[in-house]
């Protein structure tokens, strides 16, 4: 399995911006799908984005969509989580998440993710 590390989280007002990395470590990186996901506190885990092996492809759960942008660097084996205009409800926290597969699946759920990292906070005030 692949090892992922997340950076980034904070605090930050209602409004602002905030990037998210996860770098990753012991597999080939682009043979991976790559995914966000986030938990508030008292909710389940949910879907916020994914991208594909090569970036070309991604999707977005509707409440980040024109606000959150995924990315990847391959040659850096990272994948980046850039939100901008962040809400309280935005509070949560985020994990990115790996899977061994061709696409991206439509939806995409925490199943097809084999291996998570630890998490980071992130809180938005209002």
């Known amino acids: 399995q692949v090892q992922l590390v997340e950076s980034g989280g904070g605090l930050v007002q209602a409004g602002g911006s905030l990037r998210l990395s996860c770098a990753a470590s012991?597999?080939?990186?682009?043979?991976?799908?790559m995914g966000w996901f986030r938990q508030a506190p008292g909710k389940e885990r949910e879907f916020v984005a994914v991208?594909?092996?090569?970036?070309?492809?991604?999707a977005y759960a509707d409440s980040v969509k024109g606000r959150f942008t995924i990315s990847r660097d391959n040659a850096k084996s990272t994948v980046y989580l850039q939100m901008n205009s962040l809400k309280p409800e935005d509070t949560a926290v985020y994990y990115c998440?790996?899977?061994?597969?061709?696409?991206?699946?439509?939806?995409?759920?925490?199943?097809?993710?084999?291996?998570w990292g630890q998490g980071t906070q992130v809180t938005v005030s209002s």
């Open positions: 991208i594909s092996r090569s970036g070309g492809d991604t």
């Open positions: 998440a790996a899977a061994r597969l061709y696409y991206i699946r439509s939806p995409t759920t925490e199943a097809d993710f084999g291996s």
């Open positions: 012991g597999r080939t990186f682009s043979n991976y799908v």
